[in-house]
T-cell receptor
Framework: DVKVTQSSRYLVKRTGEKVFLECVQD?????MFWYRQDPGLGLRLIYF???????EKGDIPEGYSVSREKKERFSLILESASTNQTSMYLC????????????FGNGTRLTVT | DAKTTQPTSMDCAEGRAANLPCNHS???????VYWYRQIHSQGPQYIIH???NNETNEMASLIITEDRKSSTLILPHATLRDTAVYYC???????????FGTGTRLTVIP
């Protein structure tokens, strides 16, 4: 079974802090994704990566950056956390096959105070 | 990606088959149908996907109509642990994104 592991289930940070969300997958998948999920808005794509050191902006990249130095690890960085970034953050991965499904981690619930 | 329409909520008796419908009347030839579910406070869980043929795996069956404008996810023997929000998604071949709508909240009743 694919395993996507997010380092924290819950995080509380203060406004202005730099926040790192870590994600690791164990299936040698090429593609990795960061989404945020908010009530009434569904899942929105922040960034994705299709290879090491490669990244593409999703629908809502503002205020975020990402890093993929190793194939199995994809990090989401909030440079200066704001209260409107309080959300559930979901990491996912998929293989390079064209119809490969995305497999999600259990999410990190981030609260910015 | 094609828009999908699902009922907001459904109930199913424990042990019975749960049939969750999805309408995707604007689906195009290169779009797959994917089903995910999300149990409260967890990440979405992949269930099954298909292009035009019916599919079955250890979790569920996916029935796609011949014109591909709708599909049904079947959980053959629903259990209480199947209570979740179920999302039907259509995705262009090779697309890097999934668009989740509001889904169907399935409640399995003892």
């Amino acid at each position: 079974d694919v395993k996507v592991t997010q380092s924290s289930r819950y995080l509380v940070k203060r406004t202005g802090e730099k926040v790192f969300l870590e994600c690791v997958q164990d299936m040698d998948h090429e593609n990795m994704f960061w989404y945020r999920q908010d009530p009434g808005l569904g899942l929105r794509l922040i960034y994705f990566s299709y290879d090491v050191k490669m990244k593409e902006k999703g629908d809502i990249p503002e205020g975020y950056s990402v890093s993929r130095e190793k194939k199995e690890r994809f990090s989401l960085i909030l440079e200066s956390a704001s209260t409107n970034q309080t959300s559930m953050y979901l990491c996912a991965s998929s293989s390079g096959q064209v119809d490969s499904p995305l497999h999600f981690g259990n999410g990190t619930r981030l609260t910015v105070t | 990606d094609a828009k999908t329409t699902q009922p907001t909520s459904m109930d199913c008796a424990e042990g019975r088959a749960a049939n969750l419908p999805c309408n995707h009347s604007t689906i195009s030839g290169n779009e797959y149908v994917y089903w995910y579910r999300q149990i409260h406070s967890q990440g979405p869980q992949y269930i099954i996907h298909g292009l035009k043929n019916n599919e079955t795996n250890e979790m569920a069956s996916l029935i796609i109509t011949e014109d591909r404008k709708s599909s049904t996810l079947i959980l053959p023997h629903a259990t209480l642990r199947d209570t979740a929000v179920y999302y039907c998604i259509v995705r262009v071949t090779g697309a890097n994104n999934l668009f989740f709508g509001t889904g169907t909240r399935l409640t399995v009743i003892p």
